[in-house]
């Protein structure tokens, strides 16, 4: 299976301060990468969509000026929650999308755990 | 109506019994249904695809109804490491839906 890895694992910040996550894909390219935020016993929730060479797209009720998604390449997409407050706190997970025959595959990172002080 | 929901459970299994769980959908036109396996504080791992009537993978079985809008999984011969959390999700135009998930619990 293709692996993609997300650093950090684990982040405990400051309240106020930005916090950068990274999504790599490391054996595949892909063109598209999706953020999702789960809080503890509840589903995975899509933030957005990130599309490489152009602006992500955010789900509804998602702040696009808090959470920046940048897709600069073929295999790295970043989340940077700013000025990040304690109910940011959450884990943090990206997937990244292989073209693989009649569907689309994700694969998802490892995830990130933000605790917000 | 969440678009994708799930019995919550924990379903605490027997090792070795069978055990069977649904998610059901709220839109007809959905096509591409996936469980997923998340185990505690790790991200989900893809257990099957179920694109037609369902599919089958070893002691894993998962099956589409269309007519009433949900899919089934059932575990055959539950081993204690198939203690997790199960995730349906559906495809809506290349994005992902989650349920928020069902516990299994396989005891000795």
């Known amino acids: 299976g293709a692996v993609v890895s997300q650093h950090p694992s684990r982040v405990i910040c400051k309240s106020g301060t930005s916090v950068k996550i990274e999504c790599r894909s490391l054996?595949?390219?892909?063109?598209?990468m999706f953020w999702y935020r789960q809080f503890p016993k509840q589903s995975l929730m899509l933030m957005a969509t990130?599309?490489?060479?152009?602006?992500?797209?955010?789900e509804q009720g998602v702040e696009k000026d808090k959470f920046l998604i940048n897709h600069a390449s073929l295999t790295l997409s970043t989340l940077t929650v700013t000025s990040a407050h304690p109910e940011d706190s959450s884990f943090y997970i990206c997937s990244a999308n292989r073209d693989s025959g009649a569907y689309n595959e994700q694969f998802f990172g490892p995830g990130t755990r933000l605790t917000v002080l | 109506r969440k678009e994708v929901e799930q019995d919550p459970g924990p379903f605490n299994v027997p090792e070795g019994a069978t055990v069977a769980f649904n998610c059901t959908y709220s839109n007809s036109a959905s096509q591409s249904f996936f469980w997923y396996r998340q185990d505690c504080r790790k991200e989900p791992k893809l257990l099957m695809s179920v694109y037609s009537s369902g599919n089958e993978d070893g002691r894993f079985t998962a099956q589409l109804n269309r007519a009433s809008q949900y899919i089934s999984l059932l575990i055959r011969d539950s081993k204690l490491s198939d203690s997790a959390t199960y995730l349906c999700?559906?495809?809506?135009?290349?994005?992902?839906?989650f349920g928020a998930g069902t516990q299994v619990v396989v005891t000795p």
């Open positions: 990130s599309n490489e060479g152009s602006k992500a797209t955010y």
């Open positions: 999700a559906r495809d809506s135009w290349g994005k992902l839906q």
């Open positions: 054996d595949f390219q892909a063109t598209t």
